[in-house]
């Protein structure tokens, strides 16, 4: 009969370790998903900059006569060429303003640039 005693002694907190471990897992896994979303919509964010900048550049360089072709369309391959599109592409006297938009699997993002042509022909 010893061997019927020692189960009924069984502490009730025992196993709970193993619980603790599993919450504090997840938990620590949807903390570092949530970062790596958050770095991944900035390296987004930081792409589509850049790329509004240099069709923008493109654009104004165009202007001048640094580059042959017309300046938005320029722009838009630039974009295009970047993995963006370009929304709206303006020209204001000799002032360029491009907006692009990148997308990725779960974020779209938009960004806006101008550039100036100096000495535009």
């Not at 958050?38 to 550049?57: G, K, P, Y």
């Not at 970047?82 to 960004?111: H, T, W």
Request: proline share 2%.
């Amino acid at each position: 009969m010893p061997s019927q005693d020692r189960h009924l002694d069984l502490d009730p907190d025992q196993g709970s370790v193993g619980l603790v471990l599993a919450g504090l897992i997840a938990t620590i896994s949807l903390y570092l998903t949530g970062l790596g979303m958050a770095h991944s919509w900035l390296l987004l964010e930081v792409r589509a900059q850049l790329v509004a900048d240099l069709a923008a550049i493109a654009a104004a360089d165009t202007m001048t006569g640094i580059i042959a072709g017309i300046p938005c369309e320029n722009a838009r391959e630039i974009a295009a060429g970047n993995g963006a599109s370009l929304d709206s592409c303006r020209i204001v006297s000799e002032v360029v303003s491009i907006r692009v938009g990148k997308q990725d699997l779960l974020f779209e993002v938009f960004a806006s640039a101008e550039a100036v042509a100096m000495g535009a022909m």
